[in-house]
């Protein structure tokens, strides 16, 4: 049982607390209502649903903050669909597919072939992945990206190595592989996207991708589940019931 303290205004006492209304918020709420338990509150510190998943208006068109691609279809292996995909089926969310393979790289000089050295960039990237699991096998100590990359031979230095570079780790992690922990970064991967088809789907829907959390929502819950402009500052444990 959870009981919730407005500023010392009110009290409000519900089954289950969940805080933030993000695609795990949602999921977790989701959960809890097919399992027979209706009596949960989603406390959100937003005015609206779906978390990371945002978007504004710009001239007129959608412009997405966050996620912006479905990553893949289904685990090739287990036939898994990714729930993302379920979703985006079920609430009709109009993507495209993204074509990978087809891709022109510039440089100073205009149009300039060197996708072979981005699909040499993205080896490496896997090399060093499948390295890390097995540094985590054998209990051996973390070490950053680029340290991994450069056992595998990769250190960049010419411009179109250093784009490829940037392609390959810096656009997906927001941040540069020295910078970045081999070890985590991998693990990551391998149960986030990696975990699914390599086919990406990008989202041209107006009404947002944020629109699968604020759709699925309404299937099982209603307005009074949802504190909205809420943001929980404590989190207080006792073994009062
Ligand atoms: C720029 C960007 C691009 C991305 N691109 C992709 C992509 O293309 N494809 C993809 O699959 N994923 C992408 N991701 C990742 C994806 O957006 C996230 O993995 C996902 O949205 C996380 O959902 P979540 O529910 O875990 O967290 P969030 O979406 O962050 O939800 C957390 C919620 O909790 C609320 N909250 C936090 N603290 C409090 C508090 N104290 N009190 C009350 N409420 C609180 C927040 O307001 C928020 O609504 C991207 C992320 C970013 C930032």
Not at 48 to 74: A, D, H, V
Not at 96 to 125: C, M, P, R, W
């Amino acid at each position: 049982m959870s009981f919730l303290n407005l500023c010392g205004t009110r009290i409000i006492r519900t089954k289950v607390a969940i805080l933030g209304s993000g695609m795990a918020g949602m999921a977790a709420a989701r959960t809890l209502s097919e399992n027979g338990i209706s009596d949960f509150l989603i406390i959100e510190a937003q005015s609206t649903l779906g978390g990371r998943m945002k978007e504004i208006k710009f001239g007129g068109y959608t412009i997405e903050l966050g996620p912006s691609w479905i990553q893949g279809i289904r685990n090739n292996e287990t036939g898994e669909e990714n729930p993302i995909w379920t979703l985006a089926n079920k609430h009709k969310l109009m993507n495209i597919y993204t074509d990978y393979d087809d891709l022109l790289t510039f440089d100073q000089n205009g149009f300039t072939n060197y996708s072979n050295i981005v699909n040499q960039a993205f080896d490496k990237f896997d090399q060093v992945v499948d390295d890390a699991a097995k540094r985590l096998a054998l209990g051996l100590e973390d070490l950053s990206f680029a340290q991994g990359l450069s056992l595998q031979g990769w250190i960049p230095q010419t411009p179109h190595e250093k784009v490829a570079d940037w392609w390959a780790f810096d656009f997906e992690y927001a941040d540069t592989p020295s910078a970045s922990s081999m070890i985590e970064t991998s693990m990551h991967t391998k149960t986030s996207y990696a975990r699914w088809s390599e086919d990406n789907h990008f989202v041209i829907d107006e009404r947002g991708y944020g629109t699968l959390v604020r759709e699925e929502a309404k299937t099982f819950t209603n307005e009074k589940n949802i504190l909205y402009n809420s943001t929980v500052t404590k989190v207080k444990y006792s073994n009062r019931l």
